[in-house]
């Protein structure tokens, strides 16, 4: 374990000390840029330098994902009257492609922090011992300031982990060697659809478990609906029912459901929600408060309850996004440097995307939101079906909503579902974000014809005859 720590006194002579130290490396490690050289800062890592997002998260997932869609693009060829045959998606040699390119820049990371002079890299898991004061797997360390950014991890339900039977989470599946025949998601969230796509298309079968009877709950009711019955096409879907046993042998498992119903499986996916790492922290002893789900209680500005330590992304945020972790950290490090100015993130106009088959984004609030807050709003929808580049593209299934004030028109929400949903919702991010109204946005820019732009074009439109 490299050590740096040269400038101060120490506590206790076997007390290492720093000015800043910050705890994982996912988004955290973008807290200390080339602003910080005046100061002596530790960083401090339990596993792969980069967190989620690069190892077992966001880039892998979509990397897998983008491979799905070329898969599906062929398949598909047929209705472009292009002859072509899908010979088969080489899930080892994907797998191979995709860690090939991330694992070196999760290395390079590690090592770029170690070879920086005035950082320290601690390998190993940290939890307090008191007051800014840590473990570090025997090491005792002690900074002025710490941010922590721990993270999160996937949950699993005690029917699964009483099992003694071997599961899946999206930190492990992509790295399987083979794609299961029959392939068990328990769970209908945004990672349980994208790997649900992500396997599907790899020529696994898909059965799909939730405890309420539409995917994507969270989504706006519409999107939720409709992306249901998308996937009722190619998944085997059991919703409505909780999974209340476990049971078989590896390779072969049974899951029996609360309404009686069985199904078998050769491997099973659990994507059941992610709970902050807080937990493994013995934050007591540092005073830091959590909220009751195991969320570190921070203010506006990333502060926790306890004298010098901030925290940010998903052991904190009522939104675990990335795009949301990294502001966060752009926050924290800004407030770090400027005590006397500081800034928020704020969460109220955060977008989403799923990366299934068809994509989602939605940004803002939902129909069903408005609805029971008694908000009154228009809505505007148009199909891909509508607009020439969806004729291009043979009509796929999905459309554009927008939710809008009756009388200001000032955007409310908007929701996407259907091909580049991701990059679509951008325009309707920035009207949103910088106050323009929905007729300023009809109106005031060129749309490009015939882009598939056109789609939030005619649903801006819809939005005023409405
Ligand atoms: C499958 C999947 C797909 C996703 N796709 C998207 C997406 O498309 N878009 C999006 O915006 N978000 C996506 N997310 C969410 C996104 O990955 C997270 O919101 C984001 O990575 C959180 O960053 P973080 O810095 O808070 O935590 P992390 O990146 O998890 O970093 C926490 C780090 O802390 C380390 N650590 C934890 N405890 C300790 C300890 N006690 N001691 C030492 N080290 C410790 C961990 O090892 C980890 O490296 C996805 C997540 C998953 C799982």
């Not at 009809?442 to 649903?459: C, Q, S």
């Amino acid at each position: 374990m490299p050590v740096v720590g040269h400038r101060r006194p120490a506590y206790a002579p076997e007390m290492r000390q720093h000015d800043l130290l910050v705890l994982g490396t996912g988004s955290g490690n973008m807290v200390v840029d080339d602003s910080f050289t005046d100061l002596d800062v530790a960083i401090v890592e339990q596993h792969r330098f980069g967190g989620t997002c690069l190892n077992v998260g966001c880039i892998p997932t979509k990397m897998l994902a983008h491979t799905a869609e070329v898969a599906d693009t062929v398949r598909g060829a047929g209705r472009f009257d292009v002859d072509a045959q899908l010979e088969r998606v080489r899930w080892a040699d994907v797998r191979d492609r995709v860690f090939g390119r991330l694992d070196p820049i999760a290395e390079d990371g590690r090592k770029g922090r170690q070879d920086t002079p005035w950082i320290t890299v601690y390998t190993g898991h940290a939890r307090f011992t008191g007051p800014r004061t840590l473990d570090i797997d025997g090491v005792a360390v002690r900074a002025d300031r710490i941010v922590l950014a721990a993270g999160a991890r996937p949950l699993v339900p005690p029917p699964v982990a009483e099992s003694g039977l071997p599961y899946e989470t999206s930190e492990t599946i992509m790295g399987i060697d083979t794609p299961p025949r029959r392939l068990a998601v328990l769970g209908g969230g945004y990672i349980a659809a994208e790997l649900a796509h992500v396997l599907h298309s790899a020529g696994s079968e898909i059965v799909m478990i939730d405890k309420v009877e539409r995917l994507l709950g969270p989504q706006d009711e519409t999107v939720a609906a409709e992306f249901t019955e998308l996937a009722r096409e190619r998944y085997d879907l059991r919703l409505g029912r909780e999974l209340t046993e476990l049971s078989g042998e590896p390779g072969a498992l049974r899951l029996a459901f609360d309404d009686g119903s069985t199904t078998t499986a050769d491997m099973l996916l659990v994507a059941v929600g992610r709970i902050p790492n807080s937990d493994r922290l013995d934050l007591d002893a540092a005073g830091v408060q959590t909220h009751d789900d195991g969320r570190i209680v921070v203010d506006a500005h990333q502060r926790t309850s306890a004298d010098g330590v901030w925290a940010l992304g998903d052991i904190c945020s009522p939104v675990q996004l990335k795009h949301v972790a990294n502001r966060e950290a752009e926050v924290v490090r800004h407030n770090l440097r400027h005590p006397e100015d500081l800034t928020s993130a704020g969460h109220d106009l955060v977008p989403s995307a799923v990366f299934t088959q068809p994509q989602i984004a939605g940004v803002g609030a939902t129909e069903q939101e408005l609805r029971e807050r008694g908000t009154p709003y228009r809505v505007g929808t148009a199909r891909y079906s509508d607009v020439a580049y969806g004729w291009a593209m043979e009509d796929p299934p999905g459309f554009c909503k927008i939710l809008a004030d009756p009388g200001s028109g000032a955007l409310l929400g908007a929701h996407l579902l259907g091909p580049q949903a991701a990059t679509l919702i951008q325009p309707l991010v920035l009207a949103m974000t910088l106050d323009i109204d929905a007729a300023t946005l009809l109106k005031r820019p060129y749309w490009i014809h015939p882009a598939l732009t056109e789609v939030v074009k005619e649903a801006l439109g819809a939005l005023a005859e409405d």
